[in-house]
Structure formats: structure tokens, C-alpha cells
């Protein structure tokens, strides 16, 4: 690894920020000395050099592997247990780069040599080629099966030593076998995971396939469960929620996992994709010379036909590993969203404009609010979960693990047999909102629609509470939605990072009319509600002067709808 880690910390090698941070953290953990982990090089150069004589099927030669998996292979297999050095220190991997930059000739090879060589277990260990659909992970399975072909072409030894299938792939002297697994395909009873590549998990819609992964590794000490994938359109995939945050706070330190190893190669920022020199962010195979020139033509070239016919989001994601949402009128990009959150903020005592957006009974039921700070309107969200038809189907159909969500507060799934969202209940909690966090309540912003029955809660209980209708035209609300993207972007909106709220971000599509814009609520009708609910207290305060916002212009003559 010296010839890739060197050139990356003095600069030579450009990479992106969390490649360095990859690399900044290789070198502090080799000086710890108050740790159970050891860096081994000759049990790195052992699986490199496997690697590099592995046979390309198609011409029968050996390919050799880049500097970058040279380093992600050498941390692999380097760092090892002091006490027992076939315990691996790292057992989830997490890699993702831009398309067709020697994937396949990494999954390939550490399921081969962990096939061939693994130890521990010394017998029957289990390897998968996963992904999340069965076309997928055959892929995967065939590569694996066509390199160990050519490499039973070359060695009589190995050859004899394996039995190849259709389905599987067995050694015969230690009973190990290589399967593939796609979260629509299941696996067998008794299953034990030693190994799960699993490839492109962007696509993936939920996190089953890597939850039915995991309980079969319990009793093992040095399984591996390596992710590999290209960025994704779906922002509200688990991947993009979950596993690439996860690496990120894992990289900057933020999380301390030292068996969770991360390599995220991509462009730093939009405006690189205009620079060629900064390509290799994301294309980390542009450091092989002798690929340079075909690769920075491709991509040139693809870039050039995006622009005009209007793929660009799509080369974005796959040419150059950013998550981009899917439509090209999506309402807002998530970097700026991501870049206005902030801590969770004591609202005690705040004025709060509060939005509901009703949606079905048997759905969503949000509630959003906006509280003025110190230059700023401070955005948070609730939401009720109907379970009318299963609150699996729910989370699988929204990609929400409002199971989860709910432990950490920021919903509450219905306790109603019907699985209908109970209307008292909602009113009791906002009532226990309100009352706890002693909010000046300024106004209950709401869509007419189908919300009759808190309006007339409210009414009976807090008259004291301005409830008021927000039309749900364009003529009315296309101001406020284009104004609360800007205030956004100047931070003048800053929020909690709160998942439901979010994922409404991520859904948001922009329908245009003669009169202006609003969000398609035909689009995405049951994911987007935080967001409507939130658009709602907002036509209604948007309007105030943040910096000067008092109770006498609370209610003045700007404020009718």
C-alpha cells in the first residue's frame, strides 16, 4: 500500500475528503498502541498478491489491482486480532465509487480467496453473492464462478479441489460452498453468512436483505459483510439513510467503530464535474495510466450527450457517485436541505405557527411547525402512522422504518385494531405539545381537507388557538413554496434533520401552472405530508420580518388567504 497512501497525504494523489479521511485514519490507528488490533503487512501482501494472479475469464490473464485496491484489500486483510490472527479486526465494509471502476474484480476476488483460503472457520464456511434482486445477485455468482473457471484452467490443484454448479460453488476439502442470495429469493435453513458481498445496494428498498444477513453471523468472530454500490436516485433508500451517513461519522470520528471500514470515492462538490483534473474523486481508477485517456474520453463524452439530451442527473449518479433525487423537477436538492440542519433547539416559551396536513386516515397524519430564533424560523415535524393495511406494507411501500422512529420520537404508529389513525389521540398529543413546551401558539395553518373533525376539537378545547384554512392553489401557495426554498438555502429555515421531514424533501416533485408553482400532490401522496403540513404554517408567517416579529403584527392585514 506505501505507493497509494504517500501521494494521498501529501496531496499528489487527489482524492475525495472521505478517501483522505480513509487514509488519515489508517495511519493514526498504526501508531495506537491501547487497542487488541495489529496492522500485518505480510498478511496484506498475501491477499494482494492472490488477487493480482487471479485470471481475467475473458483473456485468461492475471489483473492486476489499482493502488486504491491495493489499500482497501491491504486493510482487509492487515489488520488482524494481536491475539489471533485470523480474526479479522474488520467485519463491515462499506465501498462506494462510480460505475465500472474494478467492482467486479474486487467482490470476485474476496470471495475467492476467502472460498480457498479462509480460516476461520476452518470448515463449511458460507459465502453469498448478494444483492437485492435475483438478476443482481447472479451477476455476481457468475463473475465469481467464471474467474474460479479460468483459474482452474491454470492450477490442476485448485481444480481438484472444487465442484462447480449451477447454484453453487464447493470445496471439497473443507465443505465450503459460495452461493447467491437476493432478499426476493431467500435463504435456506442453518444458514451462516461467513461472507455476504452484497452489490449495489442502493437499489435496495429496505434493509431486510442485510437484517436476514446479519442474524445468521451471531456466533461467528470474523464474518464480513461487505457493501459495494454506485450511488443511487432514491434518497429515501436505506443506503442513502442509513449505511452512507453511518460511514461518514465513522471517517470524521464522530462514531467510534473500529471494525467498520469505509471507502466512499466521490465528486466533492457539483460545480467538479466541470474539471476534469477532479474526475478521479469518484473514478479512483483514472490513477492507472495506462486507463487515464479511455476513461476521461468516456466520461467527456457522456457528460457532453447528458447535457443535451437532458440525462445529466443520471450520468451525475452513476458516472461520478452523487445521489441525486430522481426527477429532474425535484423540489429541492438535498445537499442544501442537509446543509441547514442543525441540533435539536429548545423551543420553551417560542411563538410556533403550526401546519397539519390531514392526508388518509389510514396513512400519514403530520404535523409541522416553525418557531422564529435569532434570524432564523427553527422547522420540526411529528407524524401519525396509519397501519390500516399492515404496517410492513407501510414501511416497505413509504421506505420509512417508522418502527424505529417511533423509539426515537418522531412518530407514533396507531394502536387503533382498525389500524386507522385515532383523531382524539392526535389532538391529545398536539395538546401535550403545546402545553409542555408552553408554546405562544399564533396560528393552526391546515388544508381544508377532511379536517373537520380536529377543527372542531380544537374549537371545544383551545378556542383560544387561531385555526386557520390554507388554500391549496397554486395562486396561494406558490409564493410561499418558492420563497421557503430559498430561505433554505440562506439558512433563514434550519431544522432538526428529522427522517420523516426529510423523506418529504426527498419526494417533493414541483408541478407548474399559469399561476405558478406548488408541490404535486398527486406525485408522491402519501410520502410528502411533514412537507405540506410544514408549507402550510409557512404561507401564514412567511411574510413576518424574522428579526422583528412582535404580537401586535402577528395578525395584521398581510396575513389573509
Known amino acids: 500500500m506505501p505507493a497509494f497512501i504517500p501521494r494521498v497525504l501529501d496531496g499528489t494523489l487527489l482524492t475525495s475528503k472521505w478517501v483522505l479521511l480513509a487514509v488519515k485514519r489508517h ?60 480474526i479479522r479486526r474488520f467485519t463491515d465494509v462499506f465501498i462506494t465509487m462510480a460505475r465500472k471502476n474494478g467492482k467486479s474484480l474486487l467482490i470476485s476476488g474476496i470471495v475467492l480467496y476467502e472460498f480457498l483460503f479462509g480460516k476461520n472457520p476452518e470448515f463449511k464456511r458460507q459465502l453469498y453473492t448478494a444483492a437485492n434482486d435475483r438478476k443482481q445477485a447472479s451477476i455476481v455468482f457468475n463473475m465469481v464462478k467464471d474467474r474460479l473457471k479460468a483459474l482452474c484452467r491454470k492450477d490442476e490443484d485448485i481444480k481438484r479441489m472444487v465442484k462447480i454448479t449451477r447454484d453453487e460453488i464447493i470445496n471439497l476439502d473443507d465443505g465450503s460452498s459460495i452461493r447467491s442470495f437476493s432478499r426476493d429469493a431467500g435463504l435456506v435453513d442453518g444458514y451462516e453468512p461467513h461472507v455476504a458481498v452484497v452489490d449495489e445496494y442502493a437499489n435496495a428498498k429496505t434493509t431486510d436483505m442485510l437484517e436476514t444477513l446479519a442474524s445468521g453471523q451471531v456466533l461467528l468472530p470474523s464474518y464480513l459483510t461487505f457493501i459495494i454500490s454506485t450511488a443511487g436516485f432514491d434518497m429515501n433508500a436505506p443506503m442513502f439513510v442509513q449505511n452512507y451517513p453511518y460511514a461518514k461519522k465513522v471517517l470524521l470520528g464522530e462514531i467510534e467503530a473500529e471494525r467498520y471500514f469505509a471507502f466512499i470515492a466521490e465528486q466533492d462538490d457539483f460545480s467538479e464535474i466541470d474539471n476534469p483534473d477532479t474526475w478521479i474523486k469518484s473514478n479512483p481508477l483514472l490513477d492507472v495510466e495506462s486507463l487515464k485517456q479511455q476513461i476521461t474520453d468516456y466520461l467527456t463524452t457522456k457528460l457532453k450527450q447528458a447535457r443535451g439530451d437532458g440525462s445529466l442527473n443520471s450520468k451525475l449518479i452513476k458516472n461520478f457517485n452523487m445521489w441525486r433525487q430522481a426527477e429532474e423537477n425535484s423540489y429541492m436538492d438535498i445537499e442544501s436541505w442537509n446543509a441547514a440542519q442543525v441540533m435539536p433547539i429548545d423551543i420553551q416559551g417560542q411563538k410556533a405557527w403550526i401546519g397539519v396536513d390531514v392526508g388518509k386516515t389510514s396513512d400519514l397524519y403530520a404535523i409541522s411547525w416553525l418557531i422564529p430564533m435569532d434570524g432564523y424560523w427553527y422547522a420540526d415535524s411529528f407524524a401519525f402512522v396509519g397501519t390500516k393495511y ?146 402550510d404554517a409557512y404561507a401564514i408567517c412567511f411574510r413576518q420580518n424574522i428579526e422583528t416579529i412582535t404580537n401586535e403584527d402577528v395578525f395584521g392585514d398581510d396575513f389573509g388567504f
Request: net charge negative; hydrophobic share 35%; with cysteine.
Open 27 to 86: 495511519q493514526s490507528d498504526l501508531k495506537r498502541t491501547d487497542w487488541n488490533w495489529t496492522y500485518d503487512e505480510e498478511l496484506a501482501g498475501k491477499a494482494v498478491a492472490f488477487m493480482e494472479m487471479l485470471p481475467e475469464p475473458k483473456s485468461g490473464k492475471a489483473q492486476p489491482l489499482a493502488p486504491f485496491q491495493k489499500f482497501i484489500i491491504g486493510s482487509i486483510y492487515g489488520w488482524v486480532s494481536k491475539n489471533d490472527k485470523t
Open 390 to 535: 399492515g404496517l410492513d406494507a407501510k414501511i416497505k411501500s413509504d421506505r420509512i422504518d417508522y418502527r424505529s422512529l417511533e423509539q426515537k420520537g418522531r412518530c407514533e404508529i396507531t394502536r387503533l385494531e382498525s389500524g386507522v389513525i385515532d383523531v382524539e389521540r392526535v389532538y391529545s398529543w398536539l395538546d401535550e405539545f403545546i402545553t409542555q413546551n408552553s408554546l405562544d401558539v399564533q396560528g393552526i395553518c391546515f388544508d381544508p381537507a377532511q379536517y373537520g373533525s380536529l377543527l372542531t376539537q380544537i374549537e371545544k378545547g383551545h378556542p383560544e388557538w387561531e385555526q386557520i384554512a390554507v388554500r391549496q392553489g397554486t395562486l396561494t401557495l406558490s409564493m410561499p413554496t418558492k420563497q421557503f426554498r430559498d430561505d433554505v438555502l440562506e439558512k433563514k429555515i434550519q431544522h432538526s434533520g428529522n427522517e420523516i421531514l426529510t423523506a418529504a424533501i426527498n419526494n417533493a416533485v414541483l408541478l407548474s401552472d399559469n399561476n405558478g408553482v406548488r408541490i404535486d400532490k398527486n406525485k408522491y401522496s402519501n410520502k410528502i405530508d411533514a412537507l405540506d403540513a410544514l408549507l
